[in-house]
């Protein structure tokens, strides 16, 4: 017998919700035994920033390491950074805290040469103090949400100063979002109701926003204080 739609959610929850134990049953910036045999990599080693670069510059700058962590300093300047590498099909696991009142992002198919922005480009998965912004947030502005497109369906974050744990899968353009154990977005990219969503908002002025197919990952600095470990990827492979 199949499995029933409730149940691959439930097997999808269970799956998740174990990923974050195991993380948090390691030490930082490592992976396991098992999680090497499947195919995952980290994307920072707890000690330096070799991997990423300011988004359309050099090298990383505007931030620290510190106690395993790769900080924003939101110092101001916009030192949005990405990867030196880029990805299509994956899933993304990372570590992130927030200081009060701090606003971030963690991006995908970001695209460089002849944007000025980060965001011109890549989808956002966003990262934001739900409960201490200083003023109104719309529902697609809060944590766990595909930014100015989706709202999240859950709220999982934990209090600011705790660390969460995201994870991000891009398989063909079916993005899902996961927050803690707990999935926040669902969604098709370049479908017909993807593509009213996209006009009808704040990316209608944005033309290439979501439209490459690969790209590198990023991670904002919005001009706030926001810590990221455990950042690590794996490919997932095409069926046969």
């Known amino acids: 017998m199949g499995l029933t739609p409730k149940m691959l959610v439930l097997t999808a929850v269970m799956a998740a919700t174990l990923i974050e134990a195991m993380a948090a049953m390691q030490s930082p910036n490592t992976l396991s035994t098992a999680e090497k045999a499947a195919g995952w990599r980290l994307l920072f080693d707890g000690k330096t920033s070799t991997g990423w670069h300011v988004y359309g510059a050099g090298p990383v700058v505007g931030w620290e390491i510190a106690d395993g962590a790769m900080i924003a300093l939101g110092q101001g300047g916009g030192h949005d950074i990405v990867t030196d590498d880029e990805f299509d099909n994956f899933e993304l696991v990372i570590d992130w805290k927030l200081s009060p009142r701090a606003n971030s992002g963690i991006f995908f198919n970001v695209v460089e040469q002849g944007y000025d922005v980060i965001y011109a480009t890549g989808p956002e998965y966003q990262l934001i103090d739900d409960d ?95 810590w990221f470990r455990n950042i690590k990827v794996r490919t997932i492979r095409s069926p046969g």
């Not at 969503?197 to 704040?202: F, M, P, W």
Request: no cysteine.
């Open 132 to 226: 201490g912004w200083q003023g109104p947030l719309e529902d697609w502005q809060r944590t766990g949400a595909n930014y100015a497109m989706h709202p999240p369906l859950a709220r999982a974050a934990k209090p600011v100063g705790e660390w969460n744990q995201t994870r991000i899968v891009v398989d063909r353009g079916h993005v899902q979002h996961w927050l803690n154990g707990a999935k926040t977005a669902d969604y098709q990219l370049w479908t017909p109701e993807w593509e009213a969503l996209r006009a009808a908002g704040k990316w209608k002025d944005f033309p290439a926003y979501g439209r490459a197919k690969k790209g590198r990952l990023g991670l904002q600095d919005h001009g706030n204080k926001v």
